[in-house]
């Protein structure tokens, strides 16, 4: 019982905002190829599987970074107790369950055409490289918009065997929501981090964050206009869009950077942004 408790803290799967997070991109991807094919069967069954393979992937991820910081996280307040930097579990036994959950995540891959196979394992590029950007670069929340967005181009490939311009677009918009939200996320360790020489998009823009993230909703949002500016109208599809924006406006409103709860409350209020766009998209004409 206790070695299950340190897998599930080692994973984070108490803490769904995480997965959830890295499965909204797919499942926008997969809802827009859905407006092209129509095939509600064949969308269903690939939704789940977005969503498992989206649960093992973040699993995975999250072990490696620990595995990465470990040293770091002992001298931070909030991840001093994590199973690895608190002695809970070896290296060792965290790696093994790293394959064991990658071998997983595999046979939910190989339920795909080629290309998007192809897509998902050069995925693994950014996804393993990550953890590393923060001690070399303040935009490691770039990086990692990259990463947990490739889903949307692999979603879109799993129906229609290719990428085209539109789903890039989509994909460069969810690229700056991560740029925000990550960055309302890290700002919970600004002090931590700049003791110990972490960087971040946090840290890099402390003076001007909130105008930092607002920059990156407005973005987002421009993008989207963009995006579906012939999809416009008095209907359902532009009122729910609204809504998703207005959660961004609503996210910089609430935002305080100095309290750390409202932080992370603020974060995990993107669950809710994610399952909004998602909805936006599932109703285009």
């Given at each position: 019982m206790k070695q299950i408790k340190i897998f599930i803290e080692l994973t984070r799967l108490n803490k769904p905002i995480g997965f959830m997070l890295l499965f909204w991109p797919c499942s926008w991807g997969l809802a827009y190829a859905f407006s092209y094919s129509k095939?509600?069967?064949?969308?269903?069954?690939?939704?789940?599987?977005?969503?498992?393979?989206?649960?093992?992937?973040?699993?995975?991820?999250?072990?490696?970074?620990?595995?990465?910081?470990?040293?770091?996280?002992?001298?931070?307040?909030r991840t001093k107790k994590r199973p690895l930097p608190s002695?809970?579990?070896?290296?060792?036994?965290?790696?093994?369950?790293?394959?064991?959950?990658?071998?997983?995540?595999?046979?939910?891959?190989?339920?795909?055409?080629?290309?998007?196979?192809?897509?998902?394992?050069?995925?693994?590029?950014?996804?393993?490289s990550?953890?590393?950007?923060?001690?070399?670069?303040?935009?490691?929340?770039?990086?990692?918009?990259?990463?947990?967005?490739?889903?949307?181009?692999?979603?879109?490939?799993?129906?229609?065997?290719?990428?085209?311009?539109?789903?890039?677009?989509?994909?460069?918009?969810?690229?700056?929501?991560?740029?925000g939200y990550d960055t309302i996320y890290g700002a919970q360790d600004m002090s931590d981090d700049e003791i110990i020489g972490l960087k971040s998009t946090s840290i890099k823009f402390k003076k001007n964050i909130k105008l930092f993230v607002a920059s990156n909703y407005i973005l987002t949002s421009c993008v989207l206009i963009y995006l579906f500016r012939n999809k416009l109208s008095y209907d359902l599809f532009s009122g729910l869009l609204t809504c998703f924006i207005i959660s961004l406006i609503y996210q910089i409103y609430k935002f305080d950077e100095r309290d750390a709860k409202n932080c992370l409350n603020i974060f995990k209020s993107n669950n809710l942004s994610g399952l909004l766009l998602f909805l936006t998209i599932m109703f285009i004409d």
């Open positions: 095939d509600l069967n064949l969308f269903i069954y690939y939704l789940i599987l977005f969503f498992l393979g989206s649960v093992l992937m973040r699993s995975a991820g999250c072990i490696f970074n620990d595995i990465v910081d470990k040293d770091f996280d002992k001298k931070v307040m002695g809970k579990i070896s290296v060792k036994l965290a790696l093994s369950y790293v394959v064991l959950i990658c071998s997983l995540a595999f046979l939910i891959l190989i339920q795909f055409n080629l290309f998007t196979i192809l897509l998902g394992l050069g995925s693994m590029v950014l996804a393993f990550y953890p590393y950007m923060k001690r070399i670069t303040y935009w490691p929340q770039f990086f990692l918009g990259l990463t947990f967005n490739w889903g949307i181009i692999m979603a879109w490939a799993s129906i229609n065997n290719t990428i085209s311009y539109e789903i890039i677009i989509l994909y460069v918009s969810a690229i700056f929501w991560t740029l």
